[in-house]
């Protein structure tokens, strides 16, 4: 547990954030959330949106955005990674931070608006595909998804590298962390490659549900760019 020194000002603008949390629970969305598997220490149920909007009211500040993420508050941790000044993400703060991301709701969101605009995400991104940590795992693909949108980057090497590894005893959700990484990818390179279509063609060949699930959304994704 890491402690504060005081700060009577801070103090009080957490207290103003979560009390306009709290005016936007919604215990229906937490119910469903939970049906889903998705639990925190502390769930408001609180919609994107409405945490977008409260997030503008406030300033991006380092301190307040550790607090606010420490408090491992699903609606706190968000606010936290919409807050903080993206400057001062250093490699250890990432990995201090990344260690409390148990659930694929921060997955997801956390690397929309955050970890895929850091200037460091290609370093992150290599770490975390080597963890052990299998939401760590999934936070790699979804960080790298978002950071190629995000510079507009993106070369056929990125999408081959993605789909080298053996995927027939991966698990739906870290399947779907890659198709949403290739997906990201095929919008920027504006076309796929001759490798990810000869892997679609063998995966097609292979009774695996998963596998063949995502390569249908992979499809779906290739006939659009390149109709385009």
Not at 63 to 85: F, Y
Not at 174 to 195: H, N
Not at 212 to 227: C, T
Request: a negative charge; charged letters at 30%.
């Amino acid at each position: 547990m890491k402690f504060f020194i005081e700060n009577k000002e801070l103090d009080k603008e957490l207290e103003m954030i979560l009390n306009q949390i709290k005016l936007r629970m919604n215990g229906t969305t937490v119910g469903q959330m939970e049906g889903r598997g998705i639990k925190y220490r502390v769930n408001y149920g609180v919609g994107f949106p409405h945490l977008k909007e409260i997030a503008s009211s406030h300033n991006s500040d380092y301190n307040l955005a550790e607090r606010l993420w420490l408090k491992e508050i699903r609606e706190t941790m968000l606010l936290g990674a919409m807050l903080v000044p993206q400057s001062e993400m250093t490699i250890e703060r990432c990995r201090e931070w990344s260690q409390l991301i148990t659930n694929i709701d921060l997955v997801e969101r956390t690397s929309m608006v955050l970890w895929g605009h850091l200037p460091i995400a290609e370093e992150l991104v290599n770490e975390w595909k080597c963890s052990e940590n299998q939401w760590l795992k999934l936070l790699a693909n979804y960080t790298k998804g978002w950071s190629v949108q995000y510079t507009n980057k993106c070369t056929e090497l990125m999408i081959d590298e993605l789909i080298s590894e053996d995927l027939t005893e991966a698990d739906y959700g870290y399947l779907k962390s890659v198709a949403f990484a290739i997906k990201k990818m095929l919008r920027v390179l504006g076309k796929s490659t001759v490798k990810l279509k000869g892997w679609i063609e063998e995966v097609n060949c292979i009774e695996n549900k998963g596998l063949q699930l995502i390569v249908q959304d992979v499809i779906g994704e290739i006939e659009f760019v390149e109709d385009k």
